[in-house]
């Protein structure tokens, strides 16, 4: 596993510069939050804001990056105005989040823009859990969101916008249909399915961290399209926690939220999920858990007992995710890995025709966007 990491290709550095330009990103909608004013929770909010305006953004052209980017505020505010009013009100806010992972799920069925609006409003309210947000805070939550969506489209649009020279590679969304045959409505009734177990079981283990459980679900649904693959990924999520939460006792209790070593591994965790997501899902979630760790040592909660309730509600996300995709409308993964390979043989043809033009002395033939969509392909 750690050799795939290190060792796996990386056309025209991509990956590199999506992990690189984060850190940038995200650091100066930081900068910008704590230089504005704002609290520690909005600060927090922010980098949350930037660091999904920077990681789930993948429209085929730049242009398009750019009109979801403007409109991650537009579904995230009133999301996070619903937390913040409800979580005095139990019933309604449970109700109100499943809604938000259904309808963020059923999203995908319009390609990037609705995935990564899904995954926005989702995060959203799953922040204002994570901060339990009150509507006193909205207004400084309001600002974070803006001012670290503006700063991260800077950096993004501006300062480093390599896509202008290597247009991303955007992976085809799941095969369409119509009813319960269009595999994201199928998967929008799972996971909020999913999320319903997750959050019963979630909240009998603690009243204060049930979201995990919720969050762990909802991410195992993103970017899978069949049972197959969600099992898969539910394992290697918990394997990554189990890793991160190792991680954690070694280097993220000892810190205990002290500024500057904390920025320090914030950052550094920062650059591993961007530069290990598209090749290990184990390695991006043992980052993601080291920031979780990280910003709880900021919020001065942390400690071992969390660490574990951690992982405990992972486990429990897990296990919701898979009862789901095994027994409600499941998706078989032999007739979706077809259409993949039928993706990836196509792709094999467009990148060796665009290496025969390069070689043929075609001055705009360029087969290194191709060879980065058939590595997402292969994976």
Not at 225 to 239: D, K
Request: positive net charge; hydrophobic residues 55%; aromatic residues 8%.
């Amino acid at each position: 596993m750690l050799k795939r990491v290190f060792v796996a290709p990386d056309p025209g550095r991509a990956r590199l510069r999506f992990a690189a330009r984060a850190v940038l990103g995200i650091g100066l909608a930081v900068v910008v939050c704590l230089a504005s004013g704002h609290s520690l929770a909005g600060a927090v909010t922010g980098g949350l804001a930037a660091l999904l305006a920077l990681f789930t953004v993948a429209d085929p052209t730049v242009r398009g990056q750019a009109v979801t980017t403007a409109l991650l505020p537009a579904v995230g505010v009133p999301v996070l105005a619903a937390a913040a009013e409800l979580h005095s009100l139990p019933v309604a806010r449970d109700l109100s989040f499943l809604a938000v992972v259904g309808a963020g799920v059923y999203a995908r069925r319009w390609g990037p823009r609705g995935h990564s609006l899904g995954v926005f409003a989702f995060m959203t309210f799953f922040v204002a859990q994570f901060l339990h947000a009150t509507p006193e805070q909205l207004p400084e939550l309001y600002a974070a969101v803006l001012l670290s969506v503006l700063s991260a489209g800077a950096v993004r649009f501006g300062a480093w916008c390599y896509e202008r020279r290597l247009p991303p590679s955007a992976v085809p969304a799941p095969p369409a249909g119509t009813g319960l045959a269009r595999v994201t409505t199928r998967q929008a009734v799972q996971a909020t399915a999913g999320a319903g177990f997750a959050l019963v079981v979630g909240q009998l283990v603690s009243g204060q961290r049930w979201y995990w459980a919720v969050g762990a679900t909802w991410w195992i649904f993103v970017n899978t399209a069949s049972r197959g693959e969600t099992l898969v990924r539910g394992f290697r999520r918990v394997l990554g926690t189990v890793i991160g939460i190792c991680l954690g006792f070694l280097v993220a209790v000892p810190v205990h939220g002290a500024p500057v070593p904390t920025a320090v591994l914030v950052a550094v965790a920062v650059f591993g999920i961007f530069y290990t997501a598209a090749v290990s899902y184990t390695w991006m979630m043992l980052w993601v858990t080291l920031l979780a760790e990280m910003l709880y040592g900021l919020l001065g909660v942390l400690s071992p007992g969390l660490l574990a309730l951690r992982l405990t509600e992972t486990g429990v996300g897990a296990l919701g995710a898979a009862l789901a995709v095994l027994f409600v409308l499941p998706v078989t993964t032999h007739a979706t890995t077809d259409v993949w390979i039928q993706r990836a043989l196509r792709c094999v043809h467009a990148c060796t025709a665009e290496a025969a033009a390069r070689l043929a002395g075609s001055a705009t033939a360029d087969p290194a966007p191709r060879v980065a969509e058939l590595e997402q392909l292969l994976g």
